[in-house]
């Protein structure tokens, strides 16, 4: 697996100066705008993750999964070596994203808020890879960024139901409800959701591979 990993590596460096010019747009983004932090690290993340997870385009151009396949290797090995991949990749952007984020915050309150955020932002992140990396398997290239459209539309309808909902909760007992738990609680749980999400995840892409003919 460990060629695996480092055959991912070396397609990112393909990328290498395109990802250089992504980062010094965040940057100025970052220092341009007063509150640009959040958006900064989140940019990053889910570019890092999109740019991993379009390594799968490298391995299918030309045929070349039909080589890949002759390799010692499994599919679920191969499977497991993008997760880890994408994974490792957008963990290590985020850890990096974090550090301007955080020389510019002016106080103790601000630098919490950005880390309790950044945190949100990984977790988000990992529920988002969980749930594109089998479609990208399983769909060509053109369907696969038809459905992300679709996806990121519902997200967005979904989050603006979210917000119009509590509003009209306003007050009531539901979310005083919700307001009793306390912060950790409510991070742990999302990192259950994601931890489930991602192994139900990781089944569903090996048996699409195991499925695929090459």
Known sequence: MSGLLMKDLELL?????????????????????????????SYMIFVSLSVTVG?????SYHHGMNFLMTLPFTRKEYVISKYLTAAGVTLAA????????LLKAQSVSTRKEFLISTGAVMICAGIFLAILLPMRLKYEIEKCRILMVALIAVIFLLAAGGKKALELCKGSATLHLLNTFAGWQIAAAMIVVMV????????????IMERKEF
């Open 55 to 59: 390594t799968i385009s490298y391995d």
């Open 196 to 207: 489930v999400c991602m192994a139900v995840s990781v089944k569903v892409s090996e048996g």
């Open 94 to 101: 985020g850890i990096l994203s974090m550090i301007p984020g």
């Open 13 to 41: 460096k393909v990328n290498i100066k395109t990802y250089f010019i992504v980062f010094a747009v965040g940057i100025i983004y970052l220092f341009v705008q007063t509150d640009g932090s959040i958006f900064f690290i």
